[in-house]
C-alpha cells in the first residue's frame, strides 16, 4: 500500500446541495447522501471545504479531474495535496473559463515556484521580461479563478 495524506476540496457557496453531493462524492470516492451533503453548507461562509487525511500521494490531478467530471466542468474549485516527506505537494485549481491548472504546492496550499522551473521560464524568454512575468503567472496559476 502506497503513502497517503491529506487532501482538501474548496468549493465555492451556493451549490446546490446535490451538486455538493455529487462533487464530495467523486472527490472522497465514498458515496454521500443529501444529509451529509446538507451539512456541508452548514456555516459555510464564503466557500464550502471537504477534508479527508486518507488519499494516495499522487492523486492529486485524479481527484480533481473526478471533482470536473461530477460537476459538468460548470464549477470554479480547488483540490490541495499536502506535501509529504521531502516532496512538495500539489494544487490542482479548475475555471471553466482556463481549464485545469496543475502545479507544486507548499503545506500552506500556495503554489511554489522551483529554481528549475524558474530556470526554464527565464531562459524561454531572455529578451522579453513581459513574456517571463506571463510565464510565471500561468506557471503558478495566478490567473485562475478558484474559491
Given at each position: 500500500?502506497?503513502d497517503?495524506?491529506f487532501?482538501r ?6 451549490l446546490t446541495?446535490d ?7 467523486a472527490?472522497?470516492?465514498?458515496e ?6 446538507e451539512?456541508?453548507?452548514d456555516?459555510?461562509c ?6 479527508i487525511?486518507?488519499?494516495l500521494?499522487?492523486?492529486?490531478r485524479?481527484a480533481a479531474d473526478?471533482v470536473q ?5 460548470q464549477?470554479?474549485f ?13 494544487i ?5 473559463e482556463?481549464?485545469m491548472?496543475e502545479?507544486?504546492?507548499g ?5 511554489v515556484l522551483?529554481a ?7 531562459q ?24
Open positions: 500500500m502506497g497517503r495524506t487532501y476540496l474548496t468549493l465555492p457557496e451556493g446541495t451538486q455538493l453531493r455529487c462533487a464530495a462524492s472527490f472522497t470516492e465514498d454521500w447522501t443529501t444529509e451529509e451533503a451539512r456541508l453548507q456555516g459555510a464564503s466557500v464550502v471545504v471537504v477534508d487525511e486518507e488519499r500521494c499522487g492523486d492529486c485524479k473526478a467530471e461530477a460537476l459538468g466542468g464549477v470554479a480547488t483540490v490541495t495535496e499536502d506535501p509529504k516527506y521531502e516532496w512538495l505537494g500539489t490542482c485549481r479548475y475555471d471553466p482556463r481549464g491548472h502545479t507544486e504546492c503545506p500552506d496550499g500556495q503554489a522551483t528549475s522551473s524558474f530556470e526554464a521560464t527565464s524561454a524568454a531572455q529578451d522579453d521580461p513581459a513574456a517571463v512575468v506571463e510565464q510565471l503567472r500561468r506557471l503558478l496559476g495566478i490567473d485562475w479563478v478558484s474559491p
